[in-house]
């Protein structure tokens, strides 16, 4: 049979992709495609675990057991996210120590929405509420990405970020019913999460480096301009549920597109954020630094024991 050309491979695997198939590992795939997909998947497993430190702050200090057991649930999915998105990283050629590395060193970035503080207990209805919820339109999505294993782990990803999305209303929820000086926690907490979530969805298309690859290769299936406007015309109509006030003068209802209009984002933050420089940026990375080097004697002693096993089987 003879060797397919460069162009052929290309073709058909462009052609698999167009007929909604999966492309799994042992494919044949373009570099770029490869190399896209580590980023953006090794990407989304750091903001997984990272995620874990500004709820994981309020374990101990949640207002009775039912929130703490929740809120414990939470912080235990948030590392099994991080666990499959590895996996399914792994499975593109680079090593777990080598897509951690990258991590560690800063050449791998994450989420920017983890860098900023939780003040108040509020802060976690926000996160659930905003941020998960923002995750969630973000990821439904990547349940039909093309690469397969992504795809799989995405499927009770959402699930769970489902829940946590209706765990964090619930709190809020609970505060707007609540005392008016907790109504004004909420709102706060509001006031300070709306826009870190909105940059969530990553710059505008017009800037966005990456999108146009992903989109025709069909990891990403929606844009991230359309992807926020879905966000805001879905959230938008909650925080009125719940008697609170978005935090943009310029916020209103068009008619005519059948969307909210919203205001200019302050992309200076957002990529003061990225670069290294938002408020809690050091302190995540310290935390996860420090995380590693202490867990090394676990990794060392179990790799010690599969080694053990290994070769008590081979002998």
């Not at 799994?24 to 874990?52: C, F, T």
């Not at 999915?77 to 951690?100: K, N, P, Q, V, W």
């Not at 938002?278 to 590693?292: F, L, S, T, V």
């Not at 090394?296 to 008590?312: F, I, L, Q």
């Amino acid at each position: 049979m003879p060797e397919l050309s460069q162009q052929e491979l290309e073709s058909r695997f462009q052609k698999k992709i167009d007929d909604n198939l999966y492309i799994e590992p042992k494919d044949w795939m373009l570099d770029k495609y490869r190399k896209n997909l580590l980023r953006q998947i090794s990407q989304h497993a750091h903001s997984e675990v990272v995620g874990m430190l500004p709820e994981a702050n309020w374990i101990t200090r949640a207002p009775n057991l039912r929130r703490k057991a929740a809120l414990l649930a939470k912080v235990q999915d948030e590392a099994g996210h991080g666990l499959y998105l590895y996996s399914a990283a792994e499975t593109l050629g680079s090593s777990r120590e080598e897509i951690l590395n990258a991590f560690l060193t800063g050449k791998a970035k994450y989420s920017s929405i983890f860098n900023y503080p939780t003040l108040t207990w509020a802060d976690i209805g926000a996160i659930g509420w905003l941020v998960d919820g923002a995750a969630i339109i973000n990821q439904v999505m990547l349940q039909r990405a093309s690469y397969g294993p992504y795809a799989r782990a995405m499927i009770r990803i959402c699930r769970e970020e489902s829940f946590h999305q209706r765990q964090g209303f619930e709190i809020m929820l609970t505060l707007c019913k609540g005392t008016a000086e907790q109504k004004a926690m909420a709102q706060d907490a509001l006031n300070r999460w709306w826009w870190p979530s909105l940059m969530m969805f990553g710059p505008s298309d017009k800037d966005s480096l990456h999108s146009s690859d992903m989109s025709k290769w069909r990891v990403k299936r929606e844009s991230n301009d359309e992807l926020r406007q879905k966000f805001i015309d879905r959230t938008v109509p909650q925080a009125d549920f719940l008697g609170i006030t978005m935090p943009d003068k310029d916020l209103k209802w068009n008619e005519a597109a059948q969307h909210y209009d919203f205001g200019e984002i302050n992309w200076d933050e957002f990529h003061q954020v990225i670069s290294g420089h938002g408020p809690c940026n050091r302190e995540r990375m310290n935390a996860r630094i420090k995380a590693h080097e202490e867990g090394k004697w676990v990794r060392d002693a179990a790799t010690a024991y599969a080694n053990k096993v290994h070769k008590g089987k081979s002998s």
